[in-house]
């Protein structure tokens, strides 16, 4: 049968951009979520006005805007990178915001206990407070991840042939709409479980990390 195989073509496709889009969106979400941490309003600035860009419009509009109107003022981009490219900053606008406040809640006794030790800041960034703030970032991360795997969906609205857009065709083909919309739900959930499973993990294990900073204070 031809539609399993197109089914699975699209599932990597699908694979593909969640994990390109994953990079970018870590990438962006930790230079922006520390650059807003920053004591110049000058830096701060900037990056406060893209994230409030991104949590405060739609992703589905960003992917039009970026796919049809930039092309209208010279500037084209193909499907591929455009959908990855606006599903990497839509979700690092909510990964700074994770980041940020991880960091933030990170006691500034940590900050000051560095500095006794004539420690520079990037040293007490990088050898205090991100070890401590990198597992309170586990959880959220860890369910953005998951939301991202399903926003892939959004990419087939500019012809990339990822899972959704393979399964509108085949249906367009075929016929047969509950069958292959149904084998396309579980398509989606066989992927979604393994992040699902590891998110447990993860929340249990940062669970575990609180409680023990709970009972060493």
Known sequence: MRIAPALGRGALVSIEVALVSAVGAL?????TGLARLSPHWYVRLPFVAYVE?????????QIFYFFYVLPLVGIRLDAFLT??????????????????????????????????????????????ILP??????????GNYALELLKATSL???????????????????????????????MI???????????????????GGVWQGKVRDK
Do not use: C, D, K
């Open 188 to 206: 989606y959930l066989v992927m979604a479980l393994p992040l699902v499973a590891l998110n447990h993990h993860i929340e249990r294990r940062a």
């Open 53 to 61: 860009l991104f949590r405060s419009t739609s992703s589905l509009v």
């Open 27 to 31: 990438l962006i979400g930790f230079v």
């Open 132 to 141: 401590q703030a990198f597992p309170v970032m586990l959880p959220a991360l």
């Open 83 to 128: 959908g990855t490219l606006v599903l990497s900053l839509n979700f690092g606008a909510y990964v700074s915001e994770v980041v940020r406040s991880a960091v933030q809640s990170v006691s500034p006794g940590q900050w000051q206990a560095g500095v006794a030790l004539n420690m520079q800041r990037a040293q007490i960034f990088r050898r205090i």
């Open 155 to 185: 990419v087939s609205l500019i012809t990339i042939t990822e899972l959704t857009f393979a399964g509108s065709q085949l249906v367009q083909f075929y016929g047969r709409p509950t069958t292959i919309y149904l084998a396309v739900f």
